[in-house]
């Protein structure tokens, strides 16, 4: 019998998170302030996050140790299996060989509690009381809540409305772990009742919610912010996906020609990807790429400029591919993938071409789940499905090339708060949402007062 | 670091399945044909099973091989880890040690495709098409459905109508793996009619669902039935989460003092407490309880008789613990515990006080669930959460009397398609139901014409 999982035991998850910024051969533009547009001085965070954090955000150090109390908790999950899907090459009858990091085994069904549960630990031991924080489909609200519940923080949520309504039993879970969660845009902060104001119907957006979930922290002392993605720190919790990666396909002395992941915010296709491009700035020949749903793709189509991290302009302003921070995507079911920018760091590695960016319809994505669910079993999360279709491509381009590659994607979640998504799939009422070049020159044009890179 | 996971290589899943007919110190009574009344013969099964699986129904042999190929499919999800569950006995504050067998892992998330790999194999061996199966909260329909597509039978799922409705995403689920799926009663078979005609509102029953499944399956020859409890064959293929437990325990020198499972017809129970009960006839020293909800408890108030295993009384006449055929238990939430019977070889355990019965109301058992939940992370099926009510009581109990004792259960799955129950719950919208015992009489007074043990 061939051997599908590849595992580690508890005592080798590894011990430090990698910063890339470490070995990145160019330096990052700096983040600006939201209203000097000055170059981010570290204080300039202090009220929304902890001391550890914000030194984690601009470190340079190649290896950050994690605490002993944060991988006790990640020990309920951790190590994820490395999975050789040999299921699926039957089904595609391809010769390339396809692995993938099963990161749908946390509680929360994701990638997201590895950043949530560090977050809360380092929010904790300064003494906060409480975390505020946005959520697209509910994982990143749900893995938040769940490592709060750990580390005895109250949580808040504000959930995309869209997501808020299709996804009930995400909702759910967010209060089984004891959170609080409110539909976003609401009428409980200013930015939420300005958005309403103005169209009372609106679906919400990440965009929006961030504005929610940080005014909230900005107004109270014992209250700090969570974001799920995007920020440097974020992307370097994730780093333990890679890190196991790499452990675990030394013991079967093999190594990714390609290494995939879908893009949202970045930090699952950092926490895998990451790790790689260490040895590939160090001379492993690899590529990286980086999947996005088309009625969102900041890193195909957007510009790489400074913009802000929300809508009502309360966040630093990044560095970063970007549809605008007014963007507002049309209800795709990937929920997790509807945001306009992407993270600095890894827009940097697809502007310098070390990172290949592609984008997809949700159609093709949903007959790319279908495929995995019906060979490998488990249901993905759409999110996720967006690698799998660039997985399946990559494989059949190898084998009309006569060639056999080594492909690794990040499986970042399970479906299984999803399935109105494929009820709609097999019912052939997915609509495939683009948008016009003027639309996102329209977004585009808000941006014109601001800095430029 | 505290090793929380006790995890087997893939190359360690056992290799045999145990038969506890082999050792069962007293012979079990025959089940009976539905017509004839007389003990039953294989034949008699022959046009609803396939002859591997009648063999296995009356086969006295200990260790029964598992094939290559069921193994291969196993090994998407198996060997599952035996979890100690530190966080569940700090939230205790007990001096006890708690395990368990985390039967979630599985992508339909329970232990029900151990049974339903082996049934779609065993069937298509023999050339079968179709497989036939009732379903209640749909963890076997969509197990079922998981196994039949790796086989490549077409797989047919009548639900109970009231899991159907509240359920819509495990019925998705059913579908994403290319199930088709109907909700029972229905107006496709003559037993759903027939009840249908008496009552147009009713929410369905295991029971009916089975004669509806049967039903279909006695009138096309290329279509066999599947069942997804109760069965001896179905027991002995469970027996693989025991014997994975015990491997386990033998890891980390240790063993169980109690063993604990949540029963509706018994699969989960047996599977994970036979090996350990093979031990006990041998002279290992093990106290076995079987938990089930107030609202159907057969085999805390039942009665030990023969009684049909559906409601048209279209299965043979099985000896067992039984509410009566026609009892339709009221709307809990835990679906897959709402069966009228329970397996005969358990009935007998616990008719000679092998096994301890116990019975659990649906608030205390969210409750249960909540704290798992909130301590060891997984969202567990209200079915399972049974269980750990009854885990929680012991521990506690052992604390009382100044005792530790080494408590194992079985997670026999997840809760991601039951979170509206925990929305119930939460808004104390849970209604613990009981029944007279009037109510009962004049259920099993249906069996007065019936065969006695």
């Known amino acids: 019998m061939k051997?599908?999982?590849?595992?580690?035991?508890?005592?080798?998850?590894?011990?430090?998170?990698?910063?890339?910024?470490?070995?990145?051969?160019?330096?990052?533009?700096?983040?600006?302030?939201?209203?000097?547009?000055?170059?981010?001085?570290?204080?300039?965070?202090?009220?929304?996050?902890?001391?550890?954090?914000?030194?984690?955000?601009?470190?340079?150090q190649r290896f950050i140790p994690i605490p002993e109390e944060i991988l006790e908790v990640y020990a309920l999950y951790r190590p994820s299996p490395l999975v050789r899907a040999y299921n699926l090459e039957g089904a595609l009858s391809t010769n390339s060989k396809i692995y993938y990091k099963n990161e749908s085994v946390s509680p929360p069904g994701s990638h997201k509690p590895n950043t949530a549960i560090a977050q809360?630990?380092?929010?904790?031991?300064?003494?906060v009381k409480r975390l505020t924080t946005e959520t697209g489909a509910g994982q990143w609200g749900s893995a938040l809540a769940f490592a709060c519940n750990y580390f005895g923080l109250e949580c808040l949520v504000y959930m995309v409305r869209v997501s808020y309504e299709n996804k009930p039993y995400r909702r759910s879970m967010i209060e089984?772990?004891?959170a609080t969660i409110h539909p976003s845009p609401s009428k409980l902060t200013q930015s939420g009742r300005a958005?309403?104001?103005?169209?009372?119907?609106?679906?919400?957006?990440?965009?929006?919610?961030?504005s929610e979930a940080v005014e909230i922290a900005m107004n109270d002392k014992q209250t700090n912010y969570a974001l799920g993605s995007v920020l440097n720190h974020v992307l370097l919790h994730q780093t333990i996906i890679g890190e196991e990666a790499l452990k675990q396909f030394e013991l079967v002395s093999d190594y990714p020609d390609i290494v995939i992941g879908c893009v949202g915010g970045g930090s699952n296709f950092a926490g895998l990807a990451f790790p790689f491009l260490r040895e590939?700035?160090?001379?492993?020949?690899?590529?990286?790429?980086?999947?996005?749903?088309?009625?969102?793709?900041?890193?195909?189509?957007?510009a790489y400029t400074y913009d802000y991290g929300d809508t009502s302009r309360l966040t630093p302003l990044m560095p970063m591919y970007t549809l605008g921070h007014n963007f507002i995507p049309s209800k795709?079911?990937?929920?997790?993938?509807?945001?306009?920018?992407?993270?600095?760091?890894?827009?940097?590695?697809?502007?310098?071409?070390?990172?290949?960016?592609?984008?997809?319809?949700?159609?093709e994505v949903f007959q790319a789940a279908v495929t995995f669910a019906r060979s490998e079993g488990i249901?993905?999360?759409?999110?996720?499905?967006?690698?799998?279709?660039?997985?399946?491509?990559?494989?059949?381009?190898?084998?009309?090339?006569?060639?056999?590659?080594?492909?690794?994607?990040?499986?970042?979640?399970?479906?299984?708060?999803?399935?109105?998504?494929?009820?709609?799939?097999?019912?052939?009422q997915l609509e495939d949402n683009n948008f016009a070049d003027e639309e996102l020159q329209k977004s585009l044009a808000q941006l014109c007062d601001l800095p430029t890179i």
């Open 3 to 60: 051997t599908r999982k590849i595992m580690l035991t508890e005592k080798e998850i590894p011990r430090t998170w990698y910063n890339l910024l470490a070995d990145c051969p160019f330096p990052p533009p700096p983040p600006l302030h939201p209203l000097t547009h000055e170059p981010l001085k570290p204080n300039d965070l202090a009220h929304l996050f902890p001391p550890a954090l914000i030194e984690q955000e601009v470190s340079t």
């Open 120 to 127: 809360a630990y380092y929010n904790k031991i300064v003494g």
């Open 176 to 178: 089984a772990w004891g």
């Open 195 to 210: 958005v309403l104001d103005k169209d009372p119907d609106c679906p919400g957006s990440l965009g929006i919610a961030i």
């Open 280 to 302: 590939k700035f160090a001379g492993k020949n690899l590529r990286a790429i980086a999947v996005e749903p088309t009625a969102c793709p900041s890193l195909t189509r957007g």
């Open 332 to 363: 795709i079911h990937a929920g997790g993938l509807r945001y306009h920018g992407a993270a600095p760091l890894l827009s940097l590695l697809v502007k310098e071409d070390l990172v290949e960016a592609r984008a997809y319809h949700q159609t």
């Open 379 to 428: 249901i993905p999360a759409p999110e996720s499905a967006h690698a799998i279709k660039a997985v399946i491509d990559e494989a059949k381009k190898a084998d009309e090339e006569g060639v056999t590659r080594t492909i690794l994607f990040n499986l970042s979640g399970h479906g299984h708060f999803d399935m109105s998504a494929y009820d709609a799939f097999f019912r052939q």
